[in-house]
């Protein structure tokens, strides 16, 4: 039998069977689920499929974010840095200022508790000399703001200095350690008067012509005279360091260390005498002797 001219079903035919057969296949899901089985079959065998499927995106969506996580760590990181550095300098000029507060109290308080009938004013250091051999600083005040010539300097801790050159805004101070001051000064202890000199670079003073038998003992306070006319009586000006009595000699060997330490002040006061602000200034008189003539 020749099956070259058998026609097949119609396509329509064969579509419209197909349509109510799978119409069925939605009914018999629908209303009994039947297909769950084969449907969990087809899932289990898709699984590698979607996994391999998948791994492109998963590992761009990893990389992605654990870029974009470095980026915010690497930007926090910065942010936290200059945060801290910023609180670093605050905290440098809070402690700058905070010290400088302490000094400044200091300063007060040992104008009040010495001589409250004192007028005085605060200057800064603004230079100091360069040449060991010459005890001097340059303050910011000046004859613009009553300062004059011998006017007596002091710190927190004692007697700093006196002045030996007046400009209009600045002036210069000689310290008490320089080799041409001298100062008369008492033992806070026996009452025992002396002289006070500086030594120059060592920043040490000295006490000459201090007799023998005199009653001075390592430790002893020594304070201003008052004596001398220029710095009023009862600033501390040095710690007695040493005493050394040769064998046969008349005067014992006498070394002090400066309560201020000028070298480290920063601040400074100008004491004026509370009758009159600026007193009359003399010409010919050495400011720096005049502290020790009347010894």
């Known amino acids: 039998m020749n099956t070259l001219f058998i026609q097949a079903p119609a396509i329509t035919l064969r579509f419209l069977m197909l349509l109510l057969f799978s119409a069925a296949i939605l009914i018999a899901d629908h209303r009994y689920r039947a297909l769950e089985t084969p449907r969990g079959w087809l899932l289990t065998m898709m699984q590698p499929v979607q996994a391999i499927a998948d791994w492109p995106a998963q590992r761009w969506h990893r990389w992605s974010a654990a870029v974009a996580a470095r980026t915010h760590l690497l930007e926090e990181n910065q942010r936290l840095r200059e945060t801290n550095h910023q609180l670093a300098i605050e905290h440098q000029r809070f402690s700058t200022l905070q010290a400088e507060n302490r000094r400044l109290n200091e300063l007060l308080q040992s104008v009040s508790v010495s001589n409250p009938a004192m007028s005085y004013q605060l200057a800064r250091v603004v230079q100091v ?13 000046g004859s613009a703001q009553g300062v ?57 003073l000295r006490m000459p012509f201090l007799a023998a038998h005199a009653d001075v003992q390592p430790g002893d306070l020594w304070l201003t005279s008052g004596l001398g006319k220029t710095f009023p009586a009862g600033y501390p000006v040095a710690r007695l360091k040493a005493v050394v009595i040769p ?13 201020a330490q000028p070298e480290k002040v920063q601040e400074v006061l100008l004491l004026w005498p509370a009758a009159n602000h600026a007193p009359e200034e003399h010409p010919d008189e050495n400011p720096v002797e005049a502290a020790v003539i009347d010894e």
Request: glycine share 10%; aromatic share 4%; no cysteine.
């Open 148 to 204: 004059f010539l011998g006017q007596p300097v002091i710190s927190s801790a004692g007697v700093f200095g006196q002045v030996v050159h007046v400009a209009v805004n600045s002036a210069q101070v000689l310290l008490l350690t320089d080799i041409s001051h001298a100062l008369p000064v008492v033992n806070q202890r026996s009452g025992q008067r002396a002289i006070a000199r500086g030594e120059g670079p060592s920043g040490l």
């Open 129 to 141: 000399s360069l040449d060991p051999h010459i005890q001097q600083v340059q303050i910011n005040s």
């Open 247 to 259: 064998p046969g000699a008349e005067f014992a060997e006498v070394v002090a260390v400066p309560v």
